[in-house]
């Protein structure tokens, strides 16, 4: 074997077990595997995880704050204004260079898959150009998928269906939308007929932000639906966001999640940005602005967490820390319960795995991808409250991150020094 990772705690067994790689592949999992190896890695009963993945970015606009200026009302609709001031002064090099870094800050944290949304309503398509070249200069550190996101419209923005189409051409993954952003409720409807019949002829996912808005009047995730029954692309589609299904009454809401759940559709939430972002008109009491997280999950509709945002026009803070998003996510969806945690655990790895189309070969079994990461945790849970240090990262079964987790002291009176550990 080239590495034998000792002691691990799986998610899925009370036991210990070792795990052995060759050639990038788990080749097995045994309780105590004895044979040669070229490297040891002792995980000393940490927990031992498939790569953390963040399903929902933007990494050309990420560190980008302050940049021509600050987002003061801390609006959605603000964002944007700012953006679109920023995007006119990209280059090619200076998202290469942010971009990258936001990668490798991602990585050190335990994550192994992106998906970036990336504006396409640009008539160079220089963010688009730039990210296909990280895509390829990072593959070593982490697997991207790109979306060609119109930020200001398929049909709002001059040619932006055209851009679309040519975004697809030259290598986008995935096709996106924003059809709350669109003029008018007839025009946001054709957005997402359009992005479908985009993903029909070029055979490709789809992820389009829905409904992001408190008006409970916004409602295209039900068209988005209807689209995936009818063309058959079940478990192929997601909708990003969906904030409004926070303020529809409970009788649509219910009947749109029987049908989301018949659509095999996907759901990304983005608690960060989101309850920074909405809410913003309202007095008192004031909305959440998150999706129906518990109640998806339990009326069987797949929900991701993604962390949307760092450092950039819509939310200032972030560091590309998914223990992070899904912390938040627990506090805010109200799923404190043990089992919910652990569900909450899910929606930045399995589930957000599902949402990528990667479920295939995603996850810790003999013939996987030696994808791995070992958290400074003994079970999700201490991950999560703790927020829990990616001790080793390892993808195809080599090391690309490593994290020493900080040790504090207290002095006591008596002279006596006690290491504080935060565990029980």
């Given at each position: 074997?080239?590495?034998?990772?000792?002691?691990?705690?799986?998610?899925?067994?009370?036991?210990?077990?070792?795990?052995?790689?060759?050639?990038?592949?788990?080749?097995?999992?045994?309780?105590?595997?004895?044979?040669?190896?070229?490297?040891?890695?002792?995980?000393?009963?940490?927990?031992?995880?498939?790569?953390?993945?963040?399903?929902?970015?933007?990494?050309?606009?990420?560190?980008?704050?302050?940049?021509?200026?600050?987002?003061?009302?801390?609006?959605?609709?603000?964002?944007?204004?700012?953006?679109?001031?920023?995007?006119?002064?990209?280059?090619?090099?200076?998202?290469?260079?942010?971009?990258?870094?936001?990668?490798?800050?991602?990585?050190?944290?335990?994550?192994?898959?992106?998906?970036?949304?990336?504006?396409?309503?640009?008539?160079?398509?220089?963010?688009?150009?730039?990210?296909?070249?990280?895509?390829?200069?990072?593959?070593?550190?982490?697997?991207?998928?790109?979306?060609?996101?119109?930020?200001?419209?398929?049909?709002?923005?001059?040619?932006?269906?055209?851009?679309?189409?040519?975004?697809?051409?030259?290598?986008?993954?995935?096709?996106?939308?924003?059809?709350?952003?669109?003029?008018?409720?007839?025009?946001?409807v054709a957005s997402v007929?359009?992005?479908?019949?985009?993903?029909?002829?070029?055979?490709?996912?789809?992820?389009?932000?829905?409904?992001?808005?408190?008006?409970?009047?916004?409602?295209?995730?039900?068209?988005?639906v209807a689209r995936t029954?009818?063309?058959?692309?079940?478990?192929?589609?997601?909708?990003?966001?969906?904030?409004?299904?926070?303020?529809?009454?409970?009788?649509?809401?219910?009947?749109?999640?029987?049908?989301?759940?018949?659509?095999?559709?996907?759901?990304?939430?983005?608690?960060?940005?989101?309850?920074?972002?909405?809410?913003?008109?309202?007095?008192?009491?004031?909305?959440?602005?998150?999706?129906?997280?518990?109640?998806?999950?339990?009326?069987?509709?797949?929900?991701?967490?993604?962390?949307?945002?760092?450092?950039?026009?819509?939310?200032?803070?972030?560091?590309?820390?998914?223990?992070?998003?899904?912390?938040?996510?627990?506090?805010?969806?109200h799923m404190s319960g043990?089992?919910?945690?652990?569900?909450?655990?899910?929606?930045?790895?399995?589930?957000?795995?599902?949402?990528?189309?990667?479920?295939?070969?995603?996850?810790?079994?003999?013939?996987?991808?030696?994808?791995?990461?070992?958290?400074?945790?003994?079970?999700?849970?201490?991950?999560?409250?703790?927020?829990?240090?990616?001790?080793?990262?390892?993808?195809?079964?080599?090391?690309?991150?490593?994290?020493?987790?900080?040790?504090?002291?207290?002095?006591?009176?008596?002279?006596?020094?006690?290491?504080?550990?935060?565990?029980?």
């Open positions: 074997m080239d590495t034998v990772i000792k002691h691990c705690k799986l998610r899925d067994r009370s036991d210990l077990v070792d795990i052995a790689i060759r050639d990038g592949i788990i080749a097995a999992i045994e309780p105590r595997y004895e044979g040669p190896a070229g490297k040891e890695i002792d995980a000393a009963g940490r927990l031992v995880i498939p790569p953390l993945v963040d399903p929902h970015l933007h990494l050309d606009a990420v560190l980008t704050v302050g940049q021509p200026r600050f987002n003061e009302s801390g609006t959605l609709l603000e964002g944007i204004a700012i953006w679109a001031e920023r995007k006119a002064m990209l280059t090619e090099e200076d998202i290469i260079r942010r971009a990258t870094e936001a990668v490798r800050w991602e990585v050190a944290q335990g994550v192994g898959f992106i998906r970036t949304h990336v504006d396409v309503c640009d008539p160079n398509l220089t963010a688009l150009k730039a990210l296909l070249q990280v895509k390829e200069r990072v593959r070593h550190l982490c697997a991207i998928q790109i979306v060609a996101f119109p930020q200001e419209g398929i049909l709002a923005y001059p040619g932006g269906l055209d851009l679309m189409r040519e975004a697809l051409r030259m290598g986008a993954d995935v096709v996106g939308g924003i059809p709350h952003y669109e003029y008018t409720r007839e025009d946001g007929h359009a992005a479908f019949d985009l993903a029909l002829e070029f055979d490709r996912l789809i992820d389009i932000h829905c409904d992001e808005t408190d008006d409970p009047h916004s409602r295209f995730v039900e068209t988005m029954i009818r063309d058959g692309l079940e478990g192929r589609v997601t909708a990003s966001h969906t904030t409004a299904m926070g303020s529809y009454n409970d009788a649509y809401a219910f009947k749109l999640m029987r049908l989301m759940a018949k659509a095999e559709l996907h759901v990304i939430t983005n608690p960060l940005d989101n309850i920074i972002l909405q809410g913003r008109f309202d007095s008192y009491p004031k909305r959440r602005g998150l999706t129906r997280v518990k109640e998806l999950l339990e009326m069987g509709v797949n929900v991701a967490t993604g962390h949307d945002s760092i450092m950039d026009p819509w939310y200032p803070l972030g560091m590309g820390n998914m223990l992070q998003a899904a912390w938040l996510l627990l506090h805010v969806a043990r089992t919910e945690m652990k569900k909450v655990f899910d929606t930045i790895t399995d589930n957000a795995a599902r949402c990528l189309g990667i479920a295939h070969e995603y996850g810790i079994g003999v013939g996987n991808p030696a994808n791995l990461v070992i958290l400074d945790a003994v079970d999700e849970i201490d991950a999560l409250r703790r927020q829990a240090v990616a001790r080793y990262v390892l993808r195809r079964g080599r090391v690309v991150a490593e994290t020493v987790p900080s040790q504090s002291r207290v002095y006591e009176a008596s002279g006596d020094v006690r290491d504080v550990t935060f565990r029980m």
